[in-house]
């Protein structure tokens, strides 16, 4: 529906990732761009490198008919008070597809500095289940929302698909992806309404399966210096939680530097502890917000309450309060099948 191919066809020379070489996991273009941002060095690279803003790549269209579906209704916790976000009426007649995204709900009065309970959750953590598998290859399932975003021409209500992504990967060998485009999910009931005569795709999953070429990644450090510099944590809570999705998204991370990791993020300025939150996939967690006030946008975490793994993030605007992407990672492991 939407493959690298295409997407890369529609963007044409606007593509800032036409000359990258290629890195797994090659998922959308916010991926690329993560990786370009991973080569800048911060005091050389532009504001908008160095931004938290997530750039994601958009198409512009404007005709077509679907009939779509919509969700339930959630609280969240912003600056300004609890908002609540309506989605609308399910499709009445049971056809549809999609449906209009909410924040991850978490309880009211869960607003206290994040830095004590990340510590405490560092210092008790169990191994992950993957840490008793081996294998050559790492592998992570994902589900990802958000980029390739499309847009109405006044760039007012937009609509992407969501993708599952299947992983595999060894440093320097030939590594195997599979992405499988899901059904149209909108960022509030105005887009919803306006696509639902226009959009110019069936809903109907479509999947592909490419051969990763080999490359080298960066060995993942394991004490807390070492990491804060990969997380960018020099940048600020914004980056530091991209960097965060990108790492457990990549590699299968070991019980001792998940702790490091989360006591970096505990020495972050500006993340609040949210409590006990149910992510998107229904798998509780433990989360955390980062509000970027600068640009409207609210970051958030969700970890294992035991092993200490991201299972999702999100990326929310403030205002109006609405869904700007969300990633959960679904499964890791070590194998040596290729797919």
């Given at each position: 529906?939407?493959?690298?191919?295409?997407?890369?066809?529609?963007?044409?020379?606007?593509?800032?990732?036409?000359?990258?070489?290629?890195?797994?996991?090659?998922?959308?273009?916010?991926?690329?761009?993560?990786?370009?941002?991973?080569?800048?060095?911060?005091?050389?690279?532009?504001?908008?490198?160095?931004?938290?803003?997530?750039?994601?790549?958009?198409?512009?269209?404007?005709?077509?008919?679907?009939?779509?579906?919509?969700?339930?209704?959630?609280?969240?916790?912003?600056?300004?008070?609890?908002?609540?976000?309506?989605?609308?009426?399910?499709?009445?007649?049971?056809?549809?597809?999609?449906?209009?995204?909410?924040?991850?709900?978490?309880?009211?009065?869960?607003?206290?500095?994040?830095?004590?309970?990340?510590?405490?959750?560092?210092?008790?953590?169990?191994?992950?289940?993957?840490?008793?598998?081996?294998?050559?290859?790492?592998?992570?399932?994902?589900?990802?929302?958000?980029?390739?975003?499309?847009?109405?021409?006044?760039?007012?209500?937009?609509?992407?698909?969501?993708?599952?992504?299947?992983?595999?990967?060894?440093?320097?060998?030939?590594?195997?992806?599979?992405?499988?485009?899901?059904?149209?999910?909108?960022?509030?009931?105005?887009?919803?309404?306006?696509?639902?005569?226009?959009?110019?795709?069936?809903?109907?999953?479509?999947?592909?399966?490419?051969?990763?070429?080999?490359?080298?990644?960066?060995?993942?450090?394991?004490?807390?210096?070492?990491?804060?510099?990969?997380?960018?944590?020099?940048?600020?809570a914004g980056?530091?939680?991209?960097?965060?999705?990108?790492?457990?998204?990549?590699?299968a991370v070991?019980?001792?530097?998940?702790?490091?990791?989360?006591?970096?993020?505990?020495?972050?300025?500006?993340?609040?502890?949210?409590?006990?939150?149910?992510?998107?996939?229904?798998r509780d967690?433990?989360?955390?917000?980062?509000?970027?006030?600068?640009?409207?946008?609210?970051?958030?975490?969700?970890?294992?309450?035991?092993?200490?793994?991201?299972?999702?993030?999100?990326?929310?605007?403030?205002?109006?309060?609405?869904?700007?992407?969300?990633?959960?990672?679904?499964?890791?492991?070590?194998?040596?099948?290729?797919?």
């Amino acid at each position: 529906m939407f493959g690298v191919q295409r997407t890369r066809t529609l963007v044409g020379p606007a593509d800032p990732a036409r000359r990258m070489p290629a890195e797994p996991p090659r998922l959308s273009a916010s991926e690329l761009i993560a990786w370009a941002e991973a080569t800048a060095e911060p005091s050389t690279a532009p504001a908008a490198v160095r931004s938290a803003v997530r750039l994601p790549r958009r198409m512009v269209l404007a005709t077509g008919a679907i009939t779509l579906a919509a969700g339930a209704v959630a609280v969240i916790t912003v600056p300004g008070g609890p908002v609540e976000v309506e989605p609308g009426p399910a499709d009445p007649s049971g056809t549809g597809a999609g449906r209009v995204l909410v924040p991850v709900a978490y309880q009211p009065g869960t607003d206290e500095a994040a830095g004590p309970r990340l510590r405490a959750l560092a210092d008790g953590l169990v191994d992950a289940a993957y840490e008793s598998s081996a294998g050559r290859y790492t592998y992570h399932r994902r589900q990802v929302w958000g980029d390739p975003v499309m847009t109405s021409p006044d760039d007012r209500f937009s609509v992407a698909f969501s993708q599952e992504t299947k992983v595999w990967w060894a440093p320097g060998e030939p590594g195997r992806q599979t992405t499988v485009m899901g059904v149209p999910e909108y960022p509030d009931q105005a887009s919803r309404d306006y696509w639902a005569s226009r959009l110019p795709v069936s809903a109907t999953a479509s999947a592909d399966a490419i051969p990763l070429p080999p490359f080298e990644s960066a060995a993942l450090p394991s004490t807390g210096r070492e990491l804060a510099r990969m997380l960018k944590t020099e940048l600020g809570a914004g980056p530091a939680c991209k960097e965060t999705s990108r790492i457990f998204g990549r590699y299968a991370v070991p019980r001792r530097t998940r702790a490091e990791i989360l006591r970096v993020l505990a020495d972050v300025q500006g993340f609040r502890w949210r409590g006990e939150v149910t992510d998107r996939a229904g798998r509780d967690g433990l989360a955390v917000t980062f509000d970027d006030r600068e640009h409207s946008q609210q970051h958030l975490l969700i970890f294992h309450p035991r092993t200490g793994e991201l299972l999702a993030s999100e990326l929310l605007t403030l205002h109006p309060v609405r869904m700007n992407a969300y990633e959960l990672i679904l499964e890791t492991g070590r194998t040596d099948r290729l797919g």
